[in-house]
């Protein structure tokens, strides 16, 4: 097992870090007075400023420094929040995450640029810009009060506190900012040199703190680390007249030497139950890197194809004891299997929330309204499935705006909103997620994709086509109907590639539109893409898998209505036709059919086709290994997988199938 | 634990880096001076750049020291960077005779 490269914990860290600054910064556009999402964006920049500074990246950190700056005078009212300040620290964000990906190149230019933007956007005064190295410290509160109180703290940050970014002595100086200050370190938990894990945090610390800043001061230092630190105030004496300032001015003579504990500011309860709550919480989660889960999955997919092979052997052996034994160990894997499966899940909401700034910038671009909604964002899905979806969703968002909605007021001329709307959805269906892209804009034209295909040679001229084949050929390679090419879209790059990728996933896209009212497009994905439950079937001598999610229906096909449709290939299913393959043929084996063949009809959506196979032998939990790259033009099979027995048997691409199965439809009809 | 003072002037030089980001290649160059030599002498740089992670895996050394049965110690009393950091988070209010005599190898006045 690797350790982790610290450099890599920052750059994760920081991801999330723009994430939740980017979030904070969108939803203040909806209400620029949410001081909420003010400090929660001031928050995201203060911590990333600092885990900057400690991980050695320096130019991130200064630059930061500025945002933080603006953000600051924000959060203490000095300047207004305004939507060219969040368009501004939105840009300055893109620019962060340059300094994070290349630190050494040369950004001084763009960062000054943005940096005089910024400087605009604050109205042109108080600090922006001019400060190169940030401070040790937070600024203290503008306006201190007149009264000195001497508080007594007791703390002890959380052990990873270091770790996660938090200076420990940058805190100090900013309590030192605060007043007259005694600090004194506990080092009693310091373990020895054996024990010690150098990036933790043992030291706790007693602080006596006299201060004319109020309470709130106090807490203000930690308000980055409050939610998992043990803290303890105790006011020792309370208010007194600073000098200068006569005793009748306080209205109420405070009592003398009086000792009061409070809780931290934003604790309820006592501040060793928050320490013993915020410790059980942080106990729950546990931040893993991918590709210790990935490796945790090949293991587990080993296990399973061992325990295939046990209880293979268990079942051709009379030893009682080794069946209940392999039977064990299949329940076992099947739960280990079932767990594994559930800690590669995470929410779609990681992927639907970086669509808003997409959308965001595509509205400025365009000129348009957009109002982007989400639907059933907690639905899980295995985390490679959300990583490879990411980018064909970009290509659909993106179309839905360039070439569906339409301007303001051409929406208002149709009788619609001025802001037209785009949602983003997911649900699951049994073994699938269904991820839906739903626009209120202009449709998809139907004459003009059929007059750019008949142009371009996709159809026939006067062809008769299904609704849906009609629209399918948007996802035709180089196929555009935009009238101008944009930087948005209208090169027919990218549809194709959407439904490349969806494919690659074993997923399947249905499309829908209505002329005036807009369009959706489902993509249709199975929940997980590393172990899926098999039908294993026999094609001459060779072992195959097919999806079971695919499978609809088995059938037999005796060998007198083979012969019978022979030419033909259909059978007829409840009152339809359906198409059928001979795997037979269409794997050359060479092998006379058996008896009872087998019909496995199989379907994605509305399209159905039968596989003919010789033998089917049962469900199969199938851990799926890829093709070589020896094998990348291979198109019938989607991977393999490996028996019980050793053997190697090839999973069906059923896409493939079916459309193979549609195209010998579609010649069979045509040929009358 | 001896006194550093008498201890022959022969010292394990740190790097400059002596913050979290060389925390643990710090911790490793401590465990190799226990292994190789005796006493563990410090010779921590003036400029070095320092914080709280260092000072931790100082005191660190100390209680090996002890449970050991070895002799550890700073070459030179702190001053510079170490002197500020140890003021910084809080060494310097509260020390004990040892703590003084360790860090700044000044012995209590009887």
């Known amino acids: ?672 | 634990m001896s006194d550093p003072q008498t201890i022959p002037a022969h010292g394990t030089v740190l790097p400059q880096s002596l913050s979290i980001r060389n925390a643990a290649a710090v911790r490793d160059l401590l465990h190799a001076a226990f292994e190789s030599t005796d006493p563990v002498l410090l010779n921590v740089p003036d400029d070095a750049d320092i914080d709280l992670s260092f000072l931790q895996l100082v005191e660190a050394s100390r209680r090996h020291a002890e449970l050991n049965g070895r002799s550890f110690g700073l070459q030179n009393p702190a001053t510079g960077n170490l002197l500020s950091t140890l003021e910084r988070a809080g060494f310097i209010a509260d020390m004990t005779p040892r703590d003084r005599e360790f860090w700044l190898h000044r012995k209590e006045q009887q």
Request: glycine share 8%; hydrophobic share 40%.
């Open chain 1, 1 to 672: 097992m690797t350790t982790l490269d610290p450099i890599q914990v920052f750059r994760t860290e920081a991801a999330e870090l723009f994430e939740q600054i980017e979030g904070g910064l969108l939803d203040l556009l909806h209400d620029l007075s949410n001081q909420d999402q003010i400090d929660a964006v001031f928050r995201g920049l203060h911590t990333l400023k600092g885990s900057g500074a400690m991980f050695g990246f320096e130019a991130l950190a200064a630059f930061t420094h500025h945002c933080e700056t603006a953000f600051d005078r924000v959060r203490k009212g000095e300047v207004p929040a305004s939507a060219e300040l969040v368009a501004c620290v939105l840009a300055a964000q893109d620019h962060m995450k340059a300094l994070v990906d290349r630190p050494n190149g040369d950004h001084a230019e763009e960062g000054d640029r943005l940096l005089a933007e910024l400087q605009a956007a604050v109205g042109g005064q108080g600090g922006i810009g001019t400060v190169v190295t940030p401070p040790l410290a937070a600024s203290a509160p503008a306006k201190a009060e007149n009264a000195a109180t001497t508080w007594k703290l007791s703390f002890r940050l959380p052990s990873n506190a270091m770790a996660n970014g938090t200076n420990p002595l940058g805190l100090l100086d900013e309590l030192r900012e605060l007043g007259t200050c005694e600090i004194k370190a506990d080092v009693s938990k310091v373990p020895g040199l054996n024990q010690i894990e150098p990036a933790d945090l043992y030291v706790s610390w007693q602080v006596t703190l006299t201060t004319e800043q109020p309470r709130s001061a106090i807490d203000d230092v930690f308000i980055f680390v409050m939610d998992e630190m043990e803290l303890q105030i105790e006011q020792q004496s309370s208010p007194t007249p600073a000098a200068g300032i006569k005793a009748t001015d306080t209205p109420t003579a405070p009592a003398a030497e009086k000792t009061v504990t409070e809780p931290p500011a934003k604790a309820e309860a006592s501040p060793a139950a928050v320490a013993e709550t915020k410790n059980g919480k942080a106990a729950e989660n546990v931040r893993v890197p991918a590709e210790r889960l990935d490796e945790l999955m090949d293991r587990v997919g080993e296990l399973v194809i061992a325990q295939s092979r046990l209880s293979q052997l268990a079942g051709s052996s009379v030893d009682i004891q080794l069946r209940a034994v392999s039977e064990d160990v299949e329940r076992l894997s099947g739960e280990l299997r079932d767990t594994m499966m559930v800690l590669r899940m995470v929410p779609v909401t990681q992927l639907f929330s970086r669509f808003r700034r997409l959308v965001h910038d595509l509205a400025r671009e365009t000129g348009k309204m957009i109002e982007l909604e989400f639907e059933g964002e907690t639905t899980e899905v295995d985390k490679t499935v959300i990583e490879r979806l990411a980018d064909p969703l970009v290509h659909l968002v993106r179309n839905s705006i360039d070439h569906g909605l339409e301007l303001p007021d051409e929406r208002i001329a149709a009788g619609k909103d001025r802001a037209g709307r785009v949602l983003l959805s997911a649900r699951q269906a049994g073994g699938e997620v269904i991820i839906t892209i739903k626009d209120d804009g202009r449709g998809i034209n139907r004459e003009r994709v059929r007059a750019k295909a008949e142009a371009s040679g996709l159809v026939q001229p006067g062809q008769q086509l299904m609704d849906q084949e009609l629209l399918q050929l948007i996802f035709q390679p180089g196929f555009s109907t935009a009238a101008q090419v944009t930087n948005l879209s209208g090169r027919g790059v990218g549809m194709d590639v959407v439904k490349k990728t969806v494919e690659a996933l074993r997923g399947v896209i249905d499309i829908r539109s209505e002329p005036g009212r807009g369009s959706e497009i489902s993509l249709r994905i199975p929940l997980t893409l590393a172990i899926i439950d098999g039908l294993l079937v026999r094609v001459g001598s060779g072992n195959y898998v097919i999806p079971l999610s695919a499978v609809e229906e088995c059938l037999e096909l005796s060998l007198e209505e083979d012969l019978r449709s022979r030419g033909r290939s259909f059978i007829s299913l409840r009152d339809s036709l359906v198409p059928y393959l001979r795997l037979r043929d269409l794997f050359r084996t060479g092998t006379a059919p058996d008896r009872y063949q087998k019909v496995v009809v199989i379907s994605t959506g509305d399209e159905r086709v039968g596989l003919v196979v010789d033998q089917i032998i049962g469900d199969h939990q199938t851990v799926i290994k890829s093709m070589s790259k020896l094998h990348h033009d291979v198109v019938t099979f989607s991977g393999a997988t490996i028996l019980g027995d050793g053997s190697v048997a090839l999973i069906l691409d059923v896409m493939h199938l079916i459309n193979v199965g549609q195209q010998q439809e579609a010649q069979l009809r045509a040929a009358g």
